[in-house]
């Protein structure tokens, strides 16, 4: 199996695919195409959420902001998945989420000859690539990726020619949010960092769900919001705070967008403070 | 065969193939993830109109707004397919067009234990369910769903452990137009009511095309619209009448949108008058 | 491998893919189905950029400004491809680029009975037919079309009931720049046209990168403008020359869009003059 995601829109990836189906039959799954254009940021954090529900198989991701610089392009194992991307810190995340722990990631360069375009590396460096590393491991594997062994897929690279190791490989962490404690240890405010909107203006912040636990109201910002656990608990326009299926918290409105109520786009702060009113 | 249909656009339904490839390799193909949002109706027009063109298939829909109330989730057998969805009456009109007739549709409810997420059933109860019932009609088939009788369906589904009959699903029954005939038993004039609008802002309506047979002009809320086969028969920006693929009277603009142009939208009601002009 | 193109959105392209799955089960690749509404041209474009990177399939097109009218439906033979699509010359342009030579194109018109619906001729006639032309081929090959011979699937069109030789296609022409030379031989200046936008606003010209070799800056209509590798080698906000993916000139806008910032549409046309200005 071998997933693709870009922000190239359509009919880019289609592209890939031709490509591809030149070196592999492997099947091929969209994760997306319209990610947020040239954030690696956004991409590290919808895919940490998409490929773990995978089966192993192989990951090719560009968005690609550096393309035609000399940015590397790397093919990265964790555990018996593997992501092919450029080396822009997009990948680091989803591999963490896919390994067992920080040793179970190998990263590679790809030794690349001069691409065909200076524009468009996924279908001229990424596809082809991620295309032979899922036949490299069925090779080793006598059988698809989904069916390999770590060891199998880490000496299916090993035995590439064109790859080497890479010890440096851009990284991208996410940070985390700071938490004030009341004098009973109860969570007093919590200022975190908005990462990811997504197509409903839901706006996804670093702040883990357990934080807002047992909570019925927040004040974001300064004012006060409801926690529900469904949208449907405010009225339609209404702003609400909840926990998204990915365990963050999320500044939504019902039948609404998020971002514009909030005013918040990727990457500001916001403060979550805590507010036993009965209102 | 497996199809998903939802309102979630851009990279949630990959976390669903995640799911559903570590249960089955049924071929997935999709309906659609941009439907209208929170739309249970829309979703039970076009899903109506699109999944008899296929061979039977379990089809997996996810328009869901009550999602993390108590809302049920449904397997409903139509014929030899199975619509997995929720609730709110999605399922039930194009279940009634896969079926032979009312009696040919049994309604299953999910016995779903405390999903992971309050918000994502996408993939935390309807994906894996769609998955598991697609293996189950294989396995009792010996084949895939394409080719798996009726009663190889109906009893797949009543071997599984976590289905029980629903007696009383929610049910959305699209309104009949109301047809005035003139002396001679011809149609005067028909009252109905708008059900969808399409990407290209058509404004597709509950009344037959057969309604409007043989006319080239109709009074549309009043004013005088030339009815056409092609839209290339108005010139560009102009209004028009046309039967849609659906068989359905819409109202449209040729290379425009007929949503701003008539000023309407799903659930609105317009009146379509007779009117033997020769203009 | 059966390859669907659209300007349908969705889920229109869902009911071609039903009706395609009760013919063969050929594997379905999307290029898009969000190409420019009703530009039988944008289409050439983009099929003429995309088709060729695929191995030997069947290409099923439908830009259909005409449907509904008197137009033919085509099957045309490029080399082992075939493209199945309406007589409005869309298809000439990919046609060409996926044959050897002139002589290495077949084209045959499809005597349909009168098609279901008057505007889905996508599902009534151009997925069907896409489906059989890929059964036939299958048949004559003996394995998949990817694998079949220039003759097997020469062979397979030539045996279908249905078909028959159409002498005369639509075609469809990108037109060439005017080059004017300087008194050394080097490129004063050339007069293009814009073919086509892309997702990003990217303005896509018709004059080859070759052109500009070597160039550090140009002007755009009067307006000098860097002549660049990458997007990133301007700042955020201003417009740039670069040579795309498909070896055009382009005229874009780091992070923002070209076709606004230059005021340009498909049809346009654009003088580039050389200017060896050091600034």
Redesign the interface.
Do not use: Q
């Given at each position: 199996?071998l997933?693709l995601?870009s922000d190239f829109?359509?009919?880019?990836p289609?592209?890939?695919?031709?490509?591809i189906?030149?070196h592999t039959?492997a099947?091929?799954?969209?994760?997306?195409?319209?990610?947020p254009?040239?954030d690696p940021r956004a991409a590290a954090f919808?895919l940490r959420?998409?490929?773990?529900?995978?089966?192993p198989a192989v990951h090719c991701a560009v968005i690609d902001?550096?393309?035609?610089?000399g940015r590397d392009a790397l093919v990265i194992r964790a555990g018996s998945h593997v992501v092919v991307a450029p080396d822009n810190g997009l990948a680091m995340p989803p591999a963490r989420a896919l390994a067992t722990d920080e040793t179970d990631v190998d990263v590679w360069a790809i030794d690349a000859a001069d691409p065909e375009?200076?524009?468009?590396h996924g279908?001229?460096v990424f596809a082809p690539t991620a295309a032979r590393v899922h036949e490299a491991i069925s090779d080793e594997s006598g059988g698809s990726p989904?069916e390999a062994s770590r060891s199998d897929v880490a000496d299916a690279l090993a035995e590439m020619d064109d790859l080497s190791r890479a010890s440096d490989p851009v990284d991208l962490v996410f940070p985390d949010p700071t938490v004030e404690r009341d004098d009973s240890g109860g969570v007093a405010a919590v200022d975190g960092e908005v990462l990811a909107i997504?197509?409903?203006g839901n706006v996804i912040t670093n702040v883990p769900g357990e934080l807002l636990e047992d909570r019925d109201w927040v004040r974001v910002d300064g004012d006060l919001t409801p926690v529900v656990?469904?949208?449907?608990a405010v009225d339609p326009g209404e702003r609400l705070v909840?926990?998204?299926?990915h365990?963050h918290v999320e500044c939504d409105v019902n039948?609404g967008r998020g971002d514009g109520a909030f005013d918040m786009r990727p990457g500001d702060s916001v403060r979550f403070v805590a507010d036993n009113v009965s209102v």
């Amino acid at each position: 199996m071998l997933t693709l995601t870009s922000d190239f829109g359509s009919p880019y990836p289609a592209a890939m695919k031709g490509v591809i189906r030149r070196h592999t039959d492997a099947e091929l799954i969209d994760v997306g195409h319209d990610l947020p254009r040239g954030d690696p940021r956004a991409a590290a954090f919808w895919l940490r959420f998409v490929l773990p529900e995978f089966p192993p198989a192989v990951h090719c991701a560009v968005i690609d902001p550096g393309v035609g610089t000399g940015r590397d392009a790397l093919v990265i194992r964790a555990g018996s998945h593997v992501v092919v991307a450029p080396d822009n810190g997009l990948a680091m995340p989803p591999a963490r989420a896919l390994a067992t722990d920080e040793t179970d990631v190998d990263v590679w360069a790809i030794d690349a000859a001069d691409p065909e375009s200076a524009t468009f590396h996924g279908r001229d460096v990424f596809a082809p690539t991620a295309a032979r590393v899922h036949e490299a491991i069925s090779d080793e594997s006598g059988g698809s990726p989904d069916e390999a062994s770590r060891s199998d897929v880490a000496d299916a690279l090993a035995e590439m020619d064109d790859l080497s190791r890479a010890s440096d490989p851009v990284d991208l962490v996410f940070p985390d949010p700071t938490v004030e404690r009341d004098d009973s240890g109860g969570v007093a405010a919590v200022d975190g960092e908005v990462l990811a909107i997504d197509r409903f203006g839901n706006v996804i912040t670093n702040v883990p769900g357990e934080l807002l636990e047992d909570r019925d109201w927040v004040r974001v910002d300064g004012d006060l919001t409801p926690v529900v656990e469904t949208f449907g608990a405010v009225d339609p326009g209404e702003r609400l705070v909840t926990v998204g299926s990915h365990g963050h918290v999320e500044c939504d409105v019902n039948d609404g967008r998020g971002d514009g109520a909030f005013d918040m786009r990727p990457g500001d702060s916001v403060r979550f403070v805590a507010d036993n009113v009965s209102v």
